[in-house]
């Protein structure tokens, strides 16, 4: 069976997904093709966190304005989808604090430190449930459960095969396989910018019955609110992409998360563990890849923050409109 679509999505983590929203919202036609159940998006802490983030890997002053432009996207898409940002800021429980605290203020972030914690209300978060559910049921989305075993470009459209047996072709594709190898049939010059991705395998805790105000970060682990309870985290595995628990890591990360949050009455939580994709500088991969061929990939642990700026970085560009800070950021044909 076949069937021909005007734009077709591969992969259904938060960049598919929000690019999806973001195309129909412009008027364009998508169908997103995807195998179901959890990935890295689904198992995330949801996290809009720029500040932080920003800190704690001390970049640039330039990469956190960037990141801090992204953020800002997110009160408009968010009313868009119909889930709400959560923006009670986060913490920094520290030997390093003071620290800490004055790389956020040179960042441009307001920051403050009071009794060895430091304290900035520039970083927001939203669920990754209800969020994931949202925009699988934006209006005028089309889902297709399967996976891509091939590609094949015929022309000026492209032809995917599905281990279902069916054929979709579209004019344009855009892959958002995360951390996946490179779809047979990609042109040389796609395979190859996708064989920089690399793998982190993060595992997280998610611990029911507990609160949290707001996240707090520690050396070692973070702790942040959920809808259901409070979700450890966060490991990050360069090169592994196993998704079995590791109670060892499990441990750790519990033992981290207790020196800054009180876990000593820990009850039922659930190991999460997902596969991200980092590019080779720490930014997406959003844009053209060639002839009606495009990516959303590749934002490290930053997806939920990044994905409304990936999302209109990968419209814009399949509009042939010129290109943003974002889009010049985010380039594939960077690398």
């Known amino acids: 069976m076949s069937s021909s679509r005007e734009i077709l999505i591969i992969g259904a983590g938060v960049l598919g997904l929000t690019t999806a929203v973001e195309l129909i919202r412009r008027g364009r036609r998508v169908t997103v093709v995807d195998p179901g159940g959890d990935n890295a998006s689904s198992v995330a802490a949801g996290m809009i966190a720029p500040a932080l983030e920003c800190a704690l890997e001390n970049v640039t002053r330039a990469r956190a304005d960037l990141l801090r432009e992204a953020r800002d996207l997110w009160p408009e898409f968010a009313e868009h989808i119909g889930v709400s940002v959560s923006a009670e800021g986060s913490q920094w429980c520290g030997p390093d604090a003071a ?5 956020l203020l040179n960042l441009g972030f307001a920051a403050w430190v009071e ?23 934006f209006p005028g989305l089309a889902m297709a459960t399967s996976r891509v075993a ?8 492209w032809e995917a095969r599905l281990h279902s047996g069916q054929i979709i072709s579209a004019r344009t594709v855009v892959v958002a396989t995360g951390p996946e190898a490179p779809i047979p049939g990609l042109t040389p010059e796609a395979t190859r910018i996708i064989g920089l991705i690399r793998p982190i395998r993060g595992q997280l805790e998610q611990v029911f019955a507990l609160t949290v105000e707001r996240m707090r970060r520690g050396p070692g682990a973070y702790v942040a609110p959920m809808i259901d309870g409070i979700m450890v985290g966060a490991s990050m595995d360069f090169d592994r992409r196993d998704l079995a628990p590791d109670s060892v890591q499990a441990r750790r990360m519990i033992q981290a998360a207790g020196r800054f949050f009180d876990l000593t009455s820990i009850g039922v939580r659930r190991t999460r563990v997902g596969v991200r994709g980092a590019s080779p500088d720490g930014l997406p991969m959003a844009g053209a890849l060639g002839e009606g061929l495009f990516a959303a990939l590749a934002p490290r642990r930053n997806g939920w923050l990044l994905a409304p700026a990936v999302a209109r970085t990968v419209a814009a560009a399949i509009a042939g409109e010129p290109k943003t800070a974002f889009g010049a950021a985010f380039d594939p044909l960077r690398f």
Do not use: C
Not at 99 to 103: I, M, N, S
Not at 150 to 157: I, P, V
């Open 150 to 157: 091939e590609l094949t470009q015929h022309g000026a459209r």
């Open 115 to 137: 009794n060895g914690v430091a304290f900035t209300p520039d970083d927001w978060r939203v669920d990754p449930g209800p969020a994931m559910v949202a925009l699988k049921a």
């Open 99 to 103: 620290a800490v605290g004055e790389r």
